[in-house]
């Protein structure tokens, strides 16, 4: 399993310059990539005898051009450009496959990164050696044993981080969960709300820091375009994006660490076809980072101590279902946060009610999934929901 582990780095002032012109020459690369991605694929529509757009040529082609028409590029690791087109690649595989919407053009500020293949780095201790560069501090050591497989440098706000993808060899290193199962429902009002009937809140400290946005952003806007004083404001905003941020990953990571060290199988809602619609009632933390990376986080770090995430399929009415008796009402109004079940009497907290049920499909299959061992993360059900095939291949038309 490839997980990564995300440290600020302490670069001097030379090796801060050095970053950020990796990351303008990675960005640039990505874009320019774009441009002609886009170009050939019109051509090759105009004519299909032409060739149709490729990472892998573009690739070839910005080699050959690197040297005359862009020779500042030369001046920091090859990996930058190379891995920005790569990426691009990938981007459009996701694209293509109906997971991703059309790759954007990278901007300045926003996406400053490049990326380096485990050939070009390597990392001793509380630093990491970076082509034509040196040794550069980082703030902890990799906390992951396995193979080293790259390393992406990326600026937040005024920070650098280095973020670590390792290969661990040994998935479940961590002590079994004690307790068999749980469902999580993904809040409304709190972060999450378990099965065993417990509630976590999302992370305290956002009104303040979110009045005090509100104030920046004014005070920005009020700045005079191009001048000193609106380059401040900026980064200041910036930094205090960043932080809150950072108090959302971390009540997120909080979230799924706590989850898989107590819980052996954990029973979630796929929220990615229905986050669509509910994705905007779901607490700030899960709505920003996205159901992707709870789920992902989840997955992974279940996986270190031999558990399970169970994902429901679409079609799994957890809310409108009694976890007493199975009754399934017709409707649920959103609105309604406890009701009575008309077939055996219980009386339901509706976000309680919804976790149990996910509790229960989770247990029930991983006990049934046990004889198949090594399948991994059991699903409820393989069967793909068919919007999100049809969405897929009306985009795949592109290609
Ligand atoms: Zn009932």
Not at 56 to 69: D, G, P, S, T, V
Not at 327 to 351: F, M, N, Q, S, T
Not at 373 to 378: D, L, N, P, Q, S
Request: contains cysteine; aromatic residues 8%; positive net charge.
């Amino acid at each position: 399993m490839i997980i990564a582990h995300k440290i600020a780095l302490d670069p001097n002032n030379a090796q801060a310059t050095y970053l950020a012109r990796a990351a303008g020459t990675a960005r640039f690369a990505y874009n320019w990539a774009l441009a002609e991605w886009q170009r050939q694929y019109e051509a090759w529509k105009a004519d299909n005898s032409q060739p149709k757009s490729s990472q892998a040529a573009l690739r070839r082609q910005l080699n050959a051009i690197k040297r005359e028409q862009f020779p500042w590029m030369l001046e920091v690791t090859k990996n930058a450009p190379q891995m920005a087109i790569i990426q691009l690649g990938e981007a459009f595989k996701n694209f293509f496959a109906g997971r991703a919407k059309y790759p954007k053009f990278r901007k300045k500020g926003v996406h400053d990164r490049f990326t380096l293949t485990n050939d070009q780095f390597s990392i001793d201790g509380c630093r990491i050696r970076i082509p034509n560069l040196g040794w550069v501090r980082m703030r902890e050591s990799l906390r992951f044993a396995g193979k080293i497989m790259s390393a992406t440098v990326s600026r937040v706000a005024d920070r650098w981080f280095v973020s670590i993808a390792v290969d661990t060899v040994d998935d479940s290193h961590l002590p079994k969960a004690e307790n068999q199962g749980a469902g999580v429902d993904l809040g409304v009002s709190a972060l999450a709300t378990l099965s065993t009937g417990e509630t976590i809140g999302g992370p305290k400290p956002h009104t303040v820091l979110l009045s005090r946005l509100q104030r920046l952003s004014r005070s920005l806007s009020r700045k005079q375009k191009g001048s000193t004083n609106r380059k401040k404001a900026r980064a200041k905003l910036a930094r205090l994006h960043a932080r809150i941020a950072n108090i959302r990953s971390d009540a997120l990571h909080q979230l799924t660490t706590n989850l898989t060290r107590r819980f052996h199988a954990i029973g979630i809602e796929d929220l990615n076809v229905r986050g669509m619609v509910k994705n905007r009632h779901l607490s700030r933390s899960i709505a920003d980072m996205g159901f992707f990376e709870f789920r992902r986080q989840l997955e992974y770090k279940a996986a270190m101590r031999g558990g399970q995430v169970v994902v429901a399929d679409r079609w799994f009415a957890s809310s409108k279902t009694c976890s007493a008796c199975g009754c399934k009402l017709e409707i649920l109004a959103l609105a309604v946060r406890e009701w009575r079940c008309p077939a055996c009497g219980a009386h339901h907290d509706r976000d309680i009610n919804a976790a149990v049920n996910l509790k229960n499909m989770a247990v029930s299959s991983t006990v049934s999934a046990c004889g198949e061992e090594g399948a991994g993360r059991a699903r409820k059900s393989a069967v793909k929901p068919a919007s999100v095939k049809q969405e897929a291949s009306s985009r795949f038309s592109q290609k």
